[in-house]
Antibody
């Protein structure tokens, strides 16, 4: 059964870069059938899709974050990563990683999800 | 960007009652709409996909309907474990977007 686990610092200073990694187990990151995704949720608020990445490195980013965002994959470790630069308090959120199927060339739904990790942007 | 508007924001009901949640899209998302359930302290879980298909493990009391811009999630008879927040999400166009959520709380 596929499992995803987020890891990274829980505290980031404003103006610095937030870096998170998602480790995939019970499956392979290199499958051509999936995109790998980051989603976030500020405390007490709703969900925001951050971006999706294919094993080849092809990405789709949320335009609202695109200028500060970088995602990458490391197939040798079955990990994918998120870097968000110049963080502010508004970036404080629980960050989730998830998988998206590819269905007839179109990305599908977010399933399964990691448990999430809280990142606080504060000095 | 496709905006998804969920209503009501909060639904106060008793166990055994029927819950009807709405999701309206700012433009057609065809049949590319899903529902997720989120309980406190947990990650969201895929509940319904492509409008009306139940995900693995979703009980039959959950059903989805709609097309184009107007969608509904119905819980036929609320069980104690159904009190949670529900989000709709579209995959019709980038960026992928979620609705703001409907909290189903115990009356």
């Amino acid at each position: 059964q596929l499992q995803l686990q987020e890891s990274g610092p829980g505290l980031v200073k404003p103006s610095e870069t937030l870096s998170l990694t998602c480790t995939v187990s019970g499956g392979s990151l290199s499958s051509s059938n999936y995109y790998w995704v980051w989603i976030r949720q500020p405390p007490g608020e709703g969900l925001e899709w951050i971006g999706s990445i294919y094993y080849s490195g092809k990405t789709f980013y949320n335009p609202s974050l695109k200028s500060r965002l970088s995602m990458s994959v490391d197939m040798s470790r079955d990990q994918f990563s998120l870097k968000l630069s110049s963080v502010t308090a508004a970036d404080t959120a629980v960050y989730y990683c998830a998988r998206q199927d590819l269905e007839l060339g179109r990305v599908s739904w977010f399933d399964p999800w990691g448990q999430g990790t809280l990142v606080t942007a504060s000095s | 960007e496709i905006v998804l508007t969920q209503s009501p924001a909060t639904l106060s009901l008793s166990p055994g009652e029927r819950a009807t949640l709405s999701c309206r899209a700012s433009q057609s998302v065809r049949s590319f709409l899903a529902w997720y359930q989120q309980k406190p302290g947990q990650a969201p879980r895929l509940l319904i996909y492509d409008v009306s298909n139940r995900a693995t493990g979703t009980p039959a009391r959950f059903s989805g309907s709609g097309s184009g811009t107007d969608f509904t999630l119905t819980i036929s008879s609320l069980e104690p474990e159904d009190f949670a927040v529900y989000y709709c999400q579209q995959r019709s166009d980038w960026p992928l977007t979620f609705g703001g959520g409907t909290k189903v709380e115990i009356k």
